[in-house]
């Protein structure tokens, strides 16, 4: 039988998410390949993958995918991996160039001008290099490990926008989950149990030794200090799809068919019963 193919992501926020891929034995029945988020959503699209973690605001956009319960990658408040750096003040703002490597964060800051900021801003595409974005626009949009590494002088303004959401609806933000797609369903082996390999794969990686393990990795790759990755991992980044970010992210699906991002709020369908999981920060 072929083995199931996953689209992972090559972020620091992911790893805890894949420690059993990379240092257990799940990875002996998957084909694993490494991306950005919307490349993710891009291959479960085209069938060129059948388990990947997706931007969130691309679930609503892929018909026939069902996602794995109590897993995401989450903010409770304050993520840092999601940043505005403004010439500006947030109001004051007309253009902005975007990273494009997750669609949600793109889209959760159309949604934040949109309801809280006074409108749509011209948004434009750009690679991750804040000094060329801000050369010909009033702000960037910075994502993952390109967020976190950035110095910023004081003569900018910096939006993280998840705070913002937060600030604003009083709401976590759930950017990311797994999602399937059902027609892979029927090649999964039943002795294969997806819910409780992922789960358990969450639950190893955030296990304080196997944390300190990845804030060693990760810190000779990035300009991170292994106090700040664990810092990060474990206060900013929420592992879980508790009820407080499942409504967070009903809210956002809800907003952003509101100003026209998606064509309807998709239901959200599970692999499996729902057991919402720890509400732990």
Request: proline share 6%; aromatic share 10%; hydrophobic share 45%.
């Amino acid at each position: 039988m072929v083995p199931l193919r996953i689209s992972a992501i090559s972020f620091l926020n992911t790893a805890p998410l894949m420690w059993d891929f990379e240092h257990g034995d799940a990875a002996r029945d998957f084909v694993i390949e490494y991306t950005i988020p919307s490349a993710c959503a891009a291959a479960l699209a085209a069938n060129q993958a059948d388990i990947g973690i997706i931007p969130a605001v691309t679930y609503a956009e892929i018909p026939g995918l069902v996602i794995l319960p109590n897993i995401a990658i989450a903010a409770k408040d304050f993520v840092r991996s999601i940043l505005l750096v403004s010439k500006k003040p947030i109001e004051q703002v007309g253009t902005v160039a975007t990273d494009t490597s997750s669609r949600t964060s793109v889209a959760l800051l159309q949604v934040l001008f949109a309801k809280f900021f006074g409108g749509p801003r011209q948004l434009t595409p750009h690679a991750p290099q804040l000094d060329l974005m801000l050369h010909s626009h009033d702000a960037a949009l910075l994502i993952g490990d390109a967020a976190l590494e950035i110095t910023v002088g004081k003569e900018y303004f910096v939006y993280d926008l998840a705070h913002l959401w937060h600030e604003r609806t009083g709401q976590p933000f759930v950017f990311a989950f797994w999602a399937v797609r059902l027609d892979s369903l029927d090649r999964t082996p039943r002795d294969l149990d997806l819910v409780k390999v992922f789960q358990q794969s969450r639950d190893h990686g955030l296990e304080p030794a196997n944390l300190r393990v990845i804030a060693q990795q990760w810190s000779s790759k990035r300009k991170l200090s292994e106090a700040d990755i664990l810092t990060y991992l474990t206060e900013n980044v929420h592992y879980y799809l508790d009820r407080p970010n499942h409504a967070g992210l009903q809210l956002f699906l809800r907003y952003s068919q509101e100003i026209g991002l998606i064509p309807a709020a998709p239901d959200l369908r599970f692999l499996g019963p729902v057991a919402f999981g720890s509400s732990r920060k």
